[in-house]
Each structure stands twice: as structure tokens, then as C-alpha cells.
């Protein structure tokens, strides 16, 4: 059980090296004809749906023999292209990193999806007012309550920073894969990807290709937290004498424990504010599949997560699934069946494809990105 800093807060509600071999895909698309597929991301409000439903919702992009491709849209006609990471912020807009395309997309609470920042197949790198810059595979996000996106550019090795009206800043690291701990561009990452903002506004990193979980200060200050750089493993302890292994995403909870999914070893680990680690789901180098206890739960490639108070989402990429750990760090299936890759809308458990990216938008419910799509899910509490 994870140590519980506010009792009061037990009432509010917030937010593959070692996984033995590649997951096959099998696209397969199953609809639902009790739920078809409107343009209504603001669900549950539609009139012909009941409060307290749930399920798997479009909100943008489709699935089809011709569906792939990065195209502004609204709903439906919109496309993307392999999208990973997504955030929400305080408005309701979803912001969606396309490693494919090299782009950032925007997606407003209407469901209607622009480019933000980038330009469709420009790689490079390069600051700059909306398409103007250039990425290379950015890949996960984070935003602030000013509607300031923060994400990692992995194939730049750099945190970068878009502004409200798409200007695009270098946060920290200098273009060179490295691991150096210092202030702003004499920083080094190493494809870093998952990125978090916490309540103090530091960012949290996870540094993929260092296998360590970096932090950015408010000032610009660099600092390695855990892990140990260049040393793929698996261990509990402190600061430097923890191991990960190509961990790929990071979340923060409001009493400033840190979890990280710790990709390459198919677990989800958290970081006490002491700097201690630990285990929460999932074990080391076990690719599987099963609900349960910290000790008998199993994951798959896992890559994304998203916080809600006590309770944690996690994108179970490897088994096409969602899962929930909660405070007693008891993980069940949310959503999506195990071993299953193909979308199926509608009812839940209905069905996933490799879910890359999942985060809490301010209704209450969860936006995903998976295949070509981003879908709302809407769980049982």
C-alpha cells in the first residue's frame, strides 16, 4: 500500500527489451451498433446517452482501409498518424505528440484537430512560431494551467516548450545524447520521453535511452534523480542505486510522488519526495497479464499513465489494455481485452490497439491514443 500523505484526500478524485518479443499486430475493427460514431466528444452530456454510463468513445480520427496519414479535421475526418503521447488542459483541449509526422496537434473540446506546432514529415530541429519549428519524434506531453504544452523531443534529445499562440522554446538539453546534469542547454539527455509537471512546476523526465528519471526545476536546473545513466536494469532503492530500464513515461501525484513506467521492464515504479523506489505492479523482465496484489500483477510494454488522485492509468501497450492500480496497488483491467490488438467502440471492455498515450481531461474522463485515433474512455469507479 502506498503511504498516504493526506488522509482527506482519500475522497477527492484526480488523475519491450525484457518483455521477450515483439507483440505481433493484427488490425481488427469491430463496431458496435448500439453505439455508432457521432462527433461528440463532450459525452456524457448528449441527451440520448444516461449520466453514469460508460465506455469507449471517438473523439477524433477513424479507422479504415485508407485512415492513416496526418490531416486537420474535425471529428472523424481528421487523421493521424501512429500518435503516442497526449495531454489535457484546463479549457478541455487535448494536445496529441505525432512521432510520425514530427508535429503537434491540437484537438479542442468540439473535436476539431489543427496542427500546433511543426510541419507534416519536416524533420529537424529548430525553435520557431508554429510550423516553423521543427521536431524529431517528439513523443510525450505535459501541460501547465496557462495552456503552456511541454514535451520531450526524443529524437532531439531536448525538452521543448509551446507557448498558447504555438511558439516553440528549447527547455533544456542542447541536441546532443548524453547525460549531463546542469542549467538549461548545457544539460544533456538521451531520448528522453515521458515529461511531467508537478505543483512546485518541475518538470519530471524520463530519460529513455539514459534509463534514468531527471528533473527540471523551475529555474532550468537539470538534475538526475534516479536511476543510474547508462545502465539498463531492475532495482528497488535510493537515488542512484535504483535501475530502470527504458522507462517511458512519468507521472505526479499531488503529494509529489512520482511514478514512472518502466517500459523495458513491464513495471510501474514510484519515487517517494525522500528519493526512494520502489515496485508497485508488474515484475521484472515478465511479460504478462494478470490482475492482482504488487507481487502477482503483470504488465506488457507498458507506456503511458495518467494520475487521478490515488488511483493510476496505465496504457498496457503490449496487451492492449488499460489498467488501473490503486491505492492499495491492486491492478485490474479498465479497459481493452489482453492479447486482443483491434479497436472495438462502445460497451467496455471493448477492444485497443497498442495504446500509447493516456491523460485525465477536466470532465473527469480519459483521452487515449490509439492506432490512428484518439478515444475517450470513460471507466467504472
Keep these: 500500500m502506498r503511504p498516504l500523505l493526506r488522509c482527506a484526500a482519500l475522497l477527492a478524485a484526480l488523475g519491450l527489451a525484457s518483455c521477450g518479443a515483439d507483440v505481433g499486430i493484427g488490425i481488427g475493427v469491430v463496431w458496435h451498433d448500439d453505439h455508432p460514431w457521432p462527433n461528440h466528444p463532450d459525452w456524457p452530456s448528449w441527451p440520448d446517452r444516461p449520466q453514469g454510463a460508460t465506455g469507449l468513445f471517438p473523439i477524433a480520427g477513424d479507422v479504415c482501409g485508407v485512415c492513416t496519414g496526418s490531416a486537420d479535421g474535425a471529428g472523424s475526418a481528421a487523421r493521424f498518424n501512429a500518435p503516442e503521447g497526449i495531454a ?49 519524434l517528439p513523443s510525450r506531453l505535459s501541460a501547465d494551467a496557462q495552456g503552456n504544452v511541454y514535451l520531450t ?58 534509463h534514468t528519471v531527471r528533473r527540471i526545476d523551475s529555474a532550468g536546473n537539470v538534475t538526475t534523480v534516479a536511476g543510474s545513466p547508462g545502465v539498463c ?59 492482482g496484489s504488487t507481487t502477482v500483477s503483470r504488465l506488457c510494454a507498458p507506456s503511458g499513465i495518467a494520475v487521478e488522485g490515488n488511483d493510476l492509468y496505465i496504457a498496457d501497450t503490449g496487451n492492449a489494455t488499460i489498467r488501473r492500480i490503486n491505492l492499495d496497488n491492486v491492478t485490474s483491467t479498465v479497459a481493452g481485452v489482453a492479447g486482443r490488438q483491434g479497436i472495438a467502440l462502445g460497451a467496455l471492455p471493448g477492444g485497443l490497439d497498442r495504446p500509447a498515450g493516456v491523460a485525465r481531461a477536466p470532465d473527469g474522463s480519459f483521452a487515449l491514443t490509439t492506432h490512428n485515433l484518439v478515444v475517450k474512455l470513460l471507466p467504472a469507479k
Design 233 to 291: 536494469g531492475s532495482a528497488d532503492g535510493r537515488g542512484g542505486t535504483a535501475r530502470f530500464c527504458n522507462p517511458q513515461d512519468v507521472g505526479v501525484d499531488e503529494w509529489d510522488n512520482v511514478y514512472v513506467v518502466d517500459t523495458g521492464n513491464s513495471t510501474v515504479r514510484m519515487i517517494k519526495p525522500s528519493g526512494e523506489v520502489s515496485t508497485l505492479a508488474g515484475q521484472a523482465g515478465q511479460c504478462g497479464a494478470t490482475d
Design 153 to 210: 523531443d526524443t529524437g532531439n534529445s531536448v525538452v521543448r516548450k509551446i507557448t498558447p499562440a504555438g511558439s516553440v522554446g528549447t527547455v533544456a538539453g542542447n541536441g546532443t545524447c548524453g547525460s549531463v546534469d546542469g542549467r538549461m542547454t548545457s544539460a544533456q539527455f538521451c531520448n528522453p520521453k515521458g515529461i511531467a509537471l508537478d505543483r512546485r512546476g518541475n518538470l519530471w523526465i524520463a530519460d529513455t535511452g539514459n
Design 88 to 136: 489535457a488542459d484546463a479549457l478541455g483541449n487535448l494536445y496529441v505528440a505525432e512521432p510520425a509526422s514530427a508535429t503537434i496537434r491540437k484537438v479542442t473540446p468540439q473535436g476539431a484537430v489543427t496542427t500546433l506546432a511543426g510541419a507534416r514529415g519536416a524533420v529537424g530541429y529548430a525553435d520557431g512560431d508554429g510550423n516553423a519549428a521543427r521536431f524529431n
